[in-house]
């Protein structure tokens, strides 16, 4: 059974809270439920996290080195300018996948950048709790070339 890191960055946990015409009115433990059940369907064993602290995500993106098969990453804010996030994700060369919940290319323009995407295998963005799902299934069916 593959096993996935699913990381959430900076304010994933006040979903339900902040820009509803963002990001809906599902709260965090529901995007947990939701990313549970369809892992479950995939035969996933999945570990979720969060954190608003830059570091603590470079820390579990460290500590699934030789524990994890996959990641599945929202960076969050993150994503725009952490370059540390995107060296943890090149140094432990686990295939990860950026999902975001909005589409940050329809957004404003300092969004539209992701620093963090190439360190990943794929971006999937304006999906919503879905873009989730996607990323757990390509990567239940990932095989490194």
Same mark, same amino acid.
């Given at each position: 059974m593959k096993k996935i890191l699913v990381i959430n960055?900076?304010? *994933?946990?006040?979903?339900? *809270?902040r820009e509803k015409d963002i990001y809906g009115k599902c709260d965090f433990a529901s995007l947990c439920a939701y990313i549970?059940?369809?892992?479950?369907?995939?035969e996933l064993k999945v570990e979720i996290v969060q954190s608003n602290h830059e570091g603590e995500i470079v820390d579990a993106i460290q500590k699934a080195y030789g524990v994890y098969d996959g990641i599945v990453i929202n960076p969050a804010a993150l994503t725009h300018y952490s370059i540390a996030v995107l060296d943890a994700l090149k140094a432990v060369n686990i295939p990860a996948i950026e999902v975001h919940l909005s589409n940050i290319h329809a957004r404003e323009e300092f969004r539209h950048k992701s620093v963090t995407a190439s360190g990943c295998i794929g971006q999937i963005c304006g999906l919503g709790f879905v873009g989730y799902a996607l990323a757990l299934k390509a990567l239940a069916g990932y095989k490194a070339e």
């Open positions: 960055g900076p304010n *994933i946990n006040l979903l339900g *809270i549970k059940k369809e892992a479950a369907k995939l």
